[in-house]
Structures are given as structure tokens and as C-alpha cells.
């Protein structure tokens, strides 16, 4: 239960990310094209932060420490390019406009994603 809410959670802030950052859309045919490549996207991103990002913490853990944090923001643009990337090659209708705009789409994903976790939170997290 708490993986589907936490699913529906990303998909939310993503499309939310949509309407705010230029330069990432989510081009559906109808309105449930547009709610299963949002799903699907926010799949895809999830397992490539789950999978990705703590590998990518270990050993860079210097760029982390040497820039007080900062080099965190390149890395979620970078993992949120990489999952336009895979969602292209899957052929799903999900475009990212380089990095400026997956730098601050990964923001607004993190900020709408930390709101919507106070506002409904995880079952798992109660334990």
C-alpha cells in the first residue's frame, strides 16, 4: 500500500512540475494516456533514484561535501534527465528540455513531492 502511495504521490508533483518548470511536458492523446505516462514516469523515476542515487552519494561523496551540498541538485537534474532519457527510449510521450529545465524540474519535483508527503503521509512511516 505504501509503494502505490507513494506512486501516486510522484506522479502528482510530477504533473504539477509539468504546469510549473517550462520545458517539461507530458503530451498525452487523452486524459488517461496523460495519467498512465505520468504513473509510468514516476516509476521509472523512483527506481532510478532508488537504484542510482545512493551509488552516485558513495562515491561522490567528496563533490558533496567539497560544494556544502550543492552538487545534490546536479545530480537530481542529471537522474531526472536520465529518466526522460529512458522514457523516451520506452516511447512514452514525456520531454524534458535539457538541463536547465530538468535541474529545476528535479527541484519543484522534490519541493511538491516533500509538501504533498506532510499533507498525506506514508503508512509505512507510522511504523
Not at 31 to 39: E, H, M, P, Q, W
Not at 83 to 99: E, H, K, R, S, Y
Not at 111 to 122: G, N
Given at each position: 500500500m505504501?509503494?502505490?502511495?507513494?506512486?501516486?504521490?510522484?506522479a502528482v508533483a510530477?504533473?504539477?512540475?509539468?504546469?510549473i518548470?517550462?520545458?517539461?511536458?507530458?503530451t498525452?492523446?487523452?486524459r488517461?494516456?496523460t495519467?498512465?505516462?505520468?504513473?509510468v514516469?514516476?516509476?521509472?523515476f523512483g527506481?532510478?533514484n532508488?537504484?542510482l542515487?545512493?551509488?552516485?552519494k558513495?562515491?561522490g561523496?567528496v563533490?558533496?561535501?567539497l560544494?556544502l551540498g550543492?552538487?545534490?541538485?546536479?545530480?537530481?537534474?542529471?537522474?531526472?534527465?536520465?529518466?526522460?532519457?529512458?522514457?523516451g527510449?520506452i516511447?512514452l510521450?514525456?520531454?524534458?528540455?535539457?538541463?536547465w529545465?530538468?535541474?529545476?524540474?528535479?527541484?519543484?519535483?522534490?519541493v511538491?513531492t516533500?509538501?504533498?508527503s506532510?499533507v498525506?503521509?506514508?503508512?509505512?512511516d507510522?511504523?
Amino acid at each position: 500500500m505504501g509503494f502505490l502511495i507513494r506512486l501516486a504521490v510522484t506522479a502528482v508533483a510530477l504533473w504539477i512540475t509539468t504546469l510549473i518548470v517550462p520545458g517539461v511536458e507530458v503530451t498525452g492523446r487523452s486524459r488517461y494516456d496523460t495519467v498512465f505516462t505520468l504513473l509510468v514516469v514516476a516509476l521509472i523515476f523512483g527506481l532510478v533514484n532508488a537504484v542510482l542515487k545512493p551509488v552516485i552519494k558513495v562515491v561522490g561523496c567528496v563533490f558533496y561535501l567539497l560544494t556544502l551540498g550543492l552538487f545534490a541538485l546536479v545530480v537530481n537534474a542529471l537522474l531526472f534527465l536520465l529518466t526522460n532519457w529512458i522514457a523516451g527510449a520506452i516511447d512514452l510521450p514525456f520531454d524534458v528540455d535539457g538541463f536547465w529545465a530538468a535541474f529545476w524540474g528535479a527541484i519543484v519535483m522534490a519541493v511538491v513531492t516533500w509538501v504533498i508527503s506532510v499533507v498525506v503521509p506514508d503508512p509505512a512511516d507510522r511504523r
